[in-house]
T-cell receptor, first 116, second 114 residues
Framework: GAVVSQHPSRVICKSGTSVKIECRSLDFQATTMFWYRQFPKQSLMLMATSNEGSKATYEQGVEKDKFLINHASLTLSTLTVTSAHPEDSSFYICSASVSGYSGPQHFGDGTRLSIL | DQQVKQNSPSLSVQEGRISILNCDYT??????FLWYKKYPAEGPTFLIS?????DKNEDGRFTVFLNKSAKHLSLHIVPSQPGDSAVYFCAAWALNSGNTPLVFGKGTRLSVIA
């Protein structure tokens, strides 16, 4: 149980394109979803926390107008990287929790984003 | 300032031997610790956790030890198997401090050699 599906797994696109990444909890309802970013040889860095039906909470230094998060239902959160540039190239991973911060997090398989 | 540190980026161990992965933390508010395992092109998978009220938690071949006074934890894998080869992330949580996120270390790449 507790499967999180993240799509797409890989995106290669031109600079200036907006890219949407989906995160779905397949067999449970996720009240809270987390979006992480990982640069090579670095730790997973939390970008933002999204709670169903409310605005996402962004970590310091993360541009909310650049990284749009929508958590419209208990099983789906989306991250849109708007007008992506090469420096946005990274590995993005989502995780979902049944019970907010106090529950275990289940991770998706990540999205490798490459901006040319 | 990194609150969770995994100072060894990589570790190689012979199959059948013990693998010891180390993790240090600086924030004394952390009271729950987790280890995640990550294969290439996959998301992290939860492995084992420990609460700060314990100093040891065991699950099959995996044991996590916590030394609160030293702010240090370690993951022991015995015996190590080739399938254990992966990147292991240590994560810490201030669980009883309200809505706070997991803080991850940079990971240690374990290679188990047959």
């Amino acid at each position: 149980g507790a499967v999180v599906s993240q799509h797409p797994s890989r995106v290669i696109c031109k600079s200036g394109t907006s890219v949407k990444i989906e995160c779905r909890s397949l067999d449970f309802q996720a009240t809270t979803m987390f979006w992480y970013r990982q640069f090579p040889k670095q730790s997973l860095m939390l970008m933002a926390t999204s709670n169903e039906g409310s605005k996402a909470t962004y970590e310091q230094g993360v541009e909310k107008d650049k990284f749009l998060i929508n958590h419209a239902s208990l099983t789906l959160s989306t991250l849109t990287v708007t007008s992506a540039h090469p420096e946005d190239s990274s590995f993005y991973i989502c995780s979902a929790s049944v019970s907010g911060y106090s529950g275990p997090q289940h991770f998706g398989d990540g999205t490798r984003l490459s901006i040319l | 300032d990194q609150q969770v540190k995994q100072n060894s980026p990589s570790l190689s161990v012979q199959e059948g031997r013990i693998s010891i992965l180390n993790c240090d933390y600086t924030n004394s508010m952390f009271d729950y610790f987790l280890w995640y395992k990550k294969y290439p092109a996959e998301g992290p998978t939860f492995l084992i956790s420990i609460s700060s009220i314990k100093d040891k938690n065991e699950d099959g071949r995996f044991t996590v030890f916590l030394n609160k006074s030293a702010k240090h934890l370690s993951l022991h894998i015995v015996p190590s198997q080739p399938g254990d080869s992966a990147v292991y992330f240590c994560a810490a949580w201030a669980l009883n401090s309200g809505n706070t996120p997991l803080v991850f270390g940079k990971g240690t790449r374990l290679s188990v050699i047959a």
